[in-house]
């Protein structure tokens, strides 16, 4: 047996998910299987994980419910983002997209972070139009809402909203649906050696609400969950109306109860800093400002303002609309060596249920559910999913009550 057979043989007994993977791609011959299938055939588990290089020969579309890439932003670029990001503040921004060649937003100078997210968003726009420079400008997203975080916080779930639209919906008793950005982004700039506080979205779920009434094509009442570690220089893109959350301790859904206080410092071991940004279409999110700084960096001079071409992003993860599970999403040249290895053989005692508590966040209309979280059932696959440092998962929670 060769060195990847003898590896891809201890990955089946680690995850599950690898067995059928190995088999798809027929590098083991089935009677060599047998043994294995009848050991794994009462264990019952409902993670599956792949790293970033099993998906990387893959060409995810921009339209997909989740994408992930590595190698976006050059280590320097980040480290100016970061800087940035520092002088801008908490506060939400927005921009409008430049066309043609225009250096200039509408209120001015495009500052370093603008131009970074721009120069994101035209690689997307023309790699999903065949390299079309005119048409991508033409089909563009107007807005951009953008804002930063430096800190590894617990962030409850929830969906992006125009929040002083929502917040006027409010304060005049309207039930109007809210308005949800086309995408959702998160560019990673610098992460701490202590930090595991993965973004996890949960895909087709918009509400907390929903969690429990979420039913699959196939009519089954299973939550897919995406968690995606914060890594230097990724870019996590999903659907504008997903539910997302980022979990602090990084497994505070499956505690009954935490104590003492989180550490934010030193920054070089709790720091997560990061870029949110939300695309809009022909009409920004209501009352955002632009970046109205006197003194502003438009980094023209010492900053490099563009990401990696396209061509040299690594795709990590797809979820693509049309996938009724990550078997879709395979390439069959990808190399099997890469796929994800527990530490831990999947054993029964291993995959019990464990109660899952998801934490909601903003009032009852916009939780569209009365209590403050939402009850799901997880197994350990969720834990070792939540502490991965680099491989981005899906796990799948169970909707039964406890």
Same mark, same amino acid.
């Given at each position: 047996m060769t060195k990847k057979?003898?590896?891809?043989?201890?990955?089946?007994?680690? #995850?599950?998910? &690898?067995?059928?993977?190995?088999?798809?791609?027929?590098?083991?011959?089935?009677? &060599?299987?047998?043994p294995l299938v009848s050991s794994l055939s009462t264990a019952r588990t409902t993670a599956t994980s792949l790293s970033s290089s099993a998906l990387s020969c893959s060409s995810p579309s921009n339209d997909n419910i989740v994408s992930v890439w590595d190698n976006?932003?050059?280590?320097?670029?980040c480290q100016s983002l970061h800087e940035e990001a520092i002088k801008l503040g908490l506060g939400h921004f927005i921009f409008q997209r430049r066309t043609d060649d225009d250096d200039c937003n509408e209120n001015g100078e495009y500052n370093v972070i603008e131009r970074v997210l721009d120069s994101i968003l035209t690689q997307l726009e023309e790699q999903e139009k065949g390299n079309n420079k005119k048409e991508a400008k033409t089909k563009a997203s107007k807005y951009v809402e953008y804002w930063t975080r430096r800190e590894w916080r617990h962030i409850e779930a929830h969906a992006d909203v125009d929040?002083?639209?929502?917040?006027?919906?409010?304060?005049?008793?309207?039930?109007?649906?809210?308005?949800?950005?086309?995408?959702?982004?998160?560019?990673?700039?610098?992460?701490?050696? #202590?930090v595991h506080g993965p973004t996890c979205i949960f895909p087709h779920i918009t509400t907390g609400g929903d969690l429990k009434k979420h039913k699959n094509d196939d009519d089954s009442d299973k939550v897919n969950l995406v968690t995606v570690p914060a890594v230097e220089g990724r870019l996590l893109r999903f659907?504008?109306? &997903?539910?997302?959350?980022?979990?602090?301790?990084?497994?505070?859904?499956?505690? &009954?109860?935490?104590?003492?206080? @989180?550490?934010?410092? @030193?920054?070089?071991?709790?720091?997560r800093s990061v870029i949110l940004f939300n695309t809009w279409g022909d009409?920004?999110?209501?009352?955002?400002?632009?970046? #109205?700084?006197?003194?502003?960096?438009?980094?023209?001079? #010492?900053?490099?303002?563009?990401?990696? @071409?396209?061509?040299?992003?690594?795709?990590?993860?797809?979820?693509?609309p049309s996938s009724s599970s990550l078997l879709d999403n395979i390439n069959e040249d990808c190399n099997a060596d890469d796929t994800t290895n527990y530490d831990s053989v999947v054993e029964e005692e291993e995959v019990r249920n464990i109660r899952t508590k998801i934490w909601l966040l903003g009032n009852q209309r916009r939780r569209n559910h009365l209590d403050r979280n939402i009850r799901l059932l997880g197994s350990e696959s969720l834990r070792e999913a939540l502490y991965q440092d680099h491989v981005v998962s899906k796990v799948t929670l169970d909707q039964s009550p406890y």
């Amino acid at each position: 047996m060769t060195k990847k057979q003898l590896h891809c043989k201890k990955t089946i007994a680690n #995850n599950v998910f &690898s067995f059928h993977y190995i088999l798809l791609l027929g590098l083991i011959p089935t009677s &060599s299987l047998l043994p294995l299938v009848s050991s794994l055939s009462t264990a019952r588990t409902t993670a599956t994980s792949l790293s970033s290089s099993a998906l990387s020969c893959s060409s995810p579309s921009n339209d997909n419910i989740v994408s992930v890439w590595d190698n976006v932003v050059p280590k320097s670029t980040c480290q100016s983002l970061h800087e940035e990001a520092i002088k801008l503040g908490l506060g939400h921004f927005i921009f409008q997209r430049r066309t043609d060649d225009d250096d200039c937003n509408e209120n001015g100078e495009y500052n370093v972070i603008e131009r970074v997210l721009d120069s994101i968003l035209t690689q997307l726009e023309e790699q999903e139009k065949g390299n079309n420079k005119k048409e991508a400008k033409t089909k563009a997203s107007k807005y951009v809402e953008y804002w930063t975080r430096r800190e590894w916080r617990h962030i409850e779930a929830h969906a992006d909203v125009d929040e002083n639209l929502a917040k006027q919906q409010d304060q005049q008793q309207q039930k109007d649906a809210f308005r949800y950005p086309k995408q959702g982004h998160v560019l990673y700039l610098k992460v701490g050696t #202590n930090v595991h506080g993965p973004t996890c979205i949960f895909p087709h779920i918009t509400t907390g609400g929903d969690l429990k009434k979420h039913k699959n094509d196939d009519d089954s009442d299973k939550v897919n969950l995406v968690t995606v570690p914060a890594v230097e220089g990724r870019l996590l893109r999903f659907q504008g109306n &997903s539910l997302h959350a980022v979990p602090r301790p990084t497994d505070l859904w499956t505690l &009954s109860f935490v104590k003492g206080s @989180p550490k934010f410092e @030193p920054e070089e071991e709790w720091g997560r800093s990061v870029i949110l940004f939300n695309t809009w279409g022909d009409e920004p999110p209501l009352d955002v400002p632009y970046d #109205n700084r006197e003194e502003k960096s438009d980094g023209k001079d #010492n900053v490099n303002t563009k990401c990696r @071409p396209h061509e040299e992003w690594k795709s990590a993860f797809f979820l693509s609309p049309s996938s009724s599970s990550l078997l879709d999403n395979i390439n069959e040249d990808c190399n099997a060596d890469d796929t994800t290895n527990y530490d831990s053989v999947v054993e029964e005692e291993e995959v019990r249920n464990i109660r899952t508590k998801i934490w909601l966040l903003g009032n009852q209309r916009r939780r569209n559910h009365l209590d403050r979280n939402i009850r799901l059932l997880g197994s350990e696959s969720l834990r070792e999913a939540l502490y991965q440092d680099h491989v981005v998962s899906k796990v799948t929670l169970d909707q039964s009550p406890y």
